[in-house]
């Protein structure tokens, strides 16, 4: 049975993929609108003759070349306003992907304003045309209930243009950018932090471990490790993990190994030279269907892309195109959060294990040296010649070094440090800011330091 944590996981996932897409909301809009397009002049023919008097007077009250003229202006200037919306949203996708990083275009993509807006704008047309084929030029009754909802939501569709206008010129500072993308990965670190599944010393590994070869080339943007435990118990097996989420794997090459279980469980299918043939396919099949592999990183289990996405909007900020260091420090801000979350998240299991506690699944986990060096090093590298982006890199090593509560974590800040003053020595600087660059590495080295005595 899925855990808790398997669940939310798996809610996560679904509704990533979901929202990253703009048609689904789109498409819904348009279906309740025809069934109401149909409904509605149904109800009108029946209720039409019994309707109070204030409500007749407020009810659309034309005949049928007005309803028709009516309809057809809402329908005419809804595809136009249709129009307008999807080529701004290209124009804000174009922007984002020129001026931030091209891994944004997907957060945009999930832009809910995006979604209702072209639900209200596209639903409205529908219903409009769908309400216009019943209006007769020979018929007597004019759906009156049906023209004036169709008025109603016309008046909802201009409100929500101006709201998108407001939205997408909120959406384009990339002030905006860097908070949805600092929300998104902290929500992320947040699922990742609340595992609850039950854990187990690591077996040692052995000699004849068997590899899994992935089925196709992509990102890993996610593993079903309810379903690795479950596989590995029922096979009286061991799995390995050998990519992590975010990671880029090459199909044909190991993604997972897996041996059996030294005490042969009752389970086992795979003791003894490692079972029949069908019993390890069967086995390296389900471990295969474990890891999800698409075209492109994304984030609900993968804690390492938001980090990837905000160092991207650094680097682009320090570009020659754009020469924007103020952006790549508001980006090393974000950054140092980011990472001060993930130097707060509890020490990874060794292992998952089954009901019984066995020791099933031996999970890889992106490394902290390998996620500070994802937001840090190109900033460094590009970045070490301004003397506010080397500030603030000083600055990000002290605030993350707060958290840091382990050896290993304060090790990996104090060897960016050493590369950061190393980087600061070879830049052109005048001695008041070399000065200045010595008290702040000063300060970082003795907060790294005071964690160390607090941890003795």
Same mark, same amino acid.
């Given at each position: 049975?899925?855990?808790?944590?398997?669940?939310?996981?798996?809610?996560?996932?679904?509704?990533?993929?979901?929202?990253?897409?703009?048609?689904?909301?789109?498409?819904?809009?348009?279906?309740?609108?025809?069934?109401?397009?149909?409904?509605?002049?149904?109800?009108?023919?029946?209720?039409?003759?019994?309707?109070?008097?204030?409500?007749?007077? +407020?009810?659309?009250?034309?005949?049928?070349?007005?309803?028709?003229?009516?309809?057809?202006?809402?329908?005419?200037?809804?595809?136009?306003?249709?129009?307008?919306?999807?080529?701004?949203?290209?124009?804000?996708?174009?922007?984002?992907?020129?001026?931030?990083?091209?891994?944004?275009?997907?957060?945009?993509?999930?832009?809910?304003?995006?979604?209702?807006?072209?639900?209200?704008?596209?639903?409205?047309?529908?219903?409009?045309?769908?309400?216009?084929?019943?209006? %007769?030029?020979?018929?007597?009754?004019?759906?009156?209930?049906?023209?004036?909802?169709?008025?109603?939501?016309?008046?909802?569709?201009?409100?929500?243009?101006?709201?998108?206008?407001?939205?997408?010129?909120?959406?384009?500072?990339?002030?905006?950018?860097?908070?949805?993308?600092?929300?998104?990965?902290?929500?992320?670190?947040?699922?990742?932090?609340?595992?609850?599944?039950?854990?187990?010393?690591?077996?040692?590994?052995?000699?004849?471990?068997?590899?899994?070869? !992935?089925?196709?080339?992509?990102?890993?943007?996610?593993?079903?490790?309810?379903?690795?435990?479950?596989?590995?118990?029922?096979?009286?097996?061991?799995?390995?993990?050998?990519?992590?989420?975010?990671?880029?794997? +090459?199909?044909?090459?190991?993604?997972?190994?897996?041996?059996?279980?030294?005490?042969?469980?009752?389970?086992?299918?795979?003791?003894?030279?490692?079972?029949?043939?069908?019993?390890? !396919?069967?086995?390296?099949?389900?471990?295969?269907?474990?890891?999800?592999?698409?075209?492109?990183?994304?984030?609900?289990?993968?804690?390492?892309?938001?980090?990837?996405?905000?160092?991207? +909007?650094?680097?682009?900020?320090?570009?020659?195109?754009?020469?924007?260091?103020?952006?790549?420090?508001?980006?090393?801000?974000?950054?140092?959060?980011?990472?001060?979350?993930?130097?707060?998240?509890?020490?990874?299991?060794? !292992?998952? !294990?089954?009901?019984?506690?066995?020791?099933?699944?031996?999970?890889?986990?992106?490394?902290?040296?390998?996620?500070?060096?994802?937001?840090?090093?190109?900033?460094?590298?590009?970045?070490?010649?301004?003397?506010?982006?080397?500030?603030?890199?000083?600055?990000?090593?002290?605030?993350?070094?707060?958290?840091?509560?382990?050896?290993?974590?304060?090790?990996?800040?104090?060897?960016?440090?050493?590369?950061?003053?190393? %980087?600061?020595?070879?830049?052109?600087?005048?001695?008041?800011?070399?000065?200045?660059?010595?008290?702040?590495?000063?300060?970082?080295?003795?907060?790294?330091?005071?964690?160390?005595?607090?941890?003795?």
């Amino acid at each position: 049975m899925p855990t808790s944590d398997g669940t939310r996981r798996w809610w996560a996932t679904l509704s990533e993929s979901i929202s990253s897409r703009i048609w689904p909301l789109p498409v819904a809009a348009i279906v309740a609108a025809v069934i109401a397009g149909i409904l509605l002049p149904i109800l009108d023919a029946a209720v039409d003759e019994h309707l109070p008097g204030w409500l007749g007077a +407020i009810l659309f009250s034309g005949g049928t070349d007005a309803a028709r003229a009516v309809l057809t202006t809402i329908a005419g200037s809804l595809i136009t306003a249709t129009s307008l919306t999807f080529s701004l949203t290209v124009v804000a996708l174009q922007l984002a992907s020129n001026q931030a990083s091209p891994r944004l275009l997907r957060t945009f993509a999930s832009d809910r304003m995006v979604h209702v807006t072209l639900a209200v704008f596209l639903g409205t047309f529908a219903y409009a045309l769908t309400v216009l084929r019943t209006v %007769s030029d020979t018929g007597d009754l004019v759906p009156r209930i049906a023209v004036t909802v169709a008025f109603a939501l016309t008046l909802a569709s201009v409100v929500m243009l101006v709201l998108f206008l407001a939205h997408l010129a909120s959406r384009l500072r990339v002030e905006t950018m860097l908070r949805d993308v600092h929300r998104e990965t902290t929500r992320t670190i947040a699922l990742v932090g609340a595992d609850d599944r039950p854990t187990a010393a690591a077996p040692e590994r052995p000699a004849d471990s068997r590899p899994v070869l !992935a089925r196709r080339s992509g990102f890993v943007t996610g593993i079903d490790r309810d379903a690795l435990v479950e596989a590995a118990r029922d096979h009286g097996a061991v799995v390995r993990e050998l990519r992590q989420v975010g990671a880029s794997v +090459i199909e044909g090459t190991p993604v997972a190994e897996w041996w059996p279980e030294r005490d042969g469980g009752a389970g086992s299918d795979v003791a003894g030279e490692h079972g029949t043939r069908a019993d390890r !396919a069967a086995l390296e099949a389900a471990v295969v269907d474990a890891y999800h592999v698409g075209y492109e990183r994304t984030s609900p289990q993968d804690i390492g892309f938001g980090l990837r996405q905000l160092a991207d +909007i650094a680097a682009k900020a320090l570009s020659p195109g754009v020469n924007d260091p103020t952006t790549a420090v508001h980006a090393l801000s974000h950054i140092a959060a980011v990472l001060s979350d993930l130097a707060d998240l509890p020490e990874a299991p060794s !292992a998952y !294990a089954d009901e019984d506690g066995a020791a099933r699944v031996i999970p890889v986990r992106h490394e902290f040296a390998e996620l500070v060096e994802v937001g840090v090093q190109q900033v460094r590298r590009y970045g070490a010649s301004d003397p506010d982006v080397a500030s603030r890199l000083f600055e990000l090593i002290d605030d993350v070094g707060r958290h840091a509560t382990r050896a290993e974590h304060r090790r990996v800040l104090e060897g960016q440090l050493d590369r950061l003053v190393a %980087s600061v020595a070879a830049a052109d600087y005048d001695p008041h800011e070399r000065a200045g660059f010595a008290r702040l590495e000063g300060r970082a080295r003795d907060v790294l330091a005071q964690a160390d005595a607090t941890s003795v």
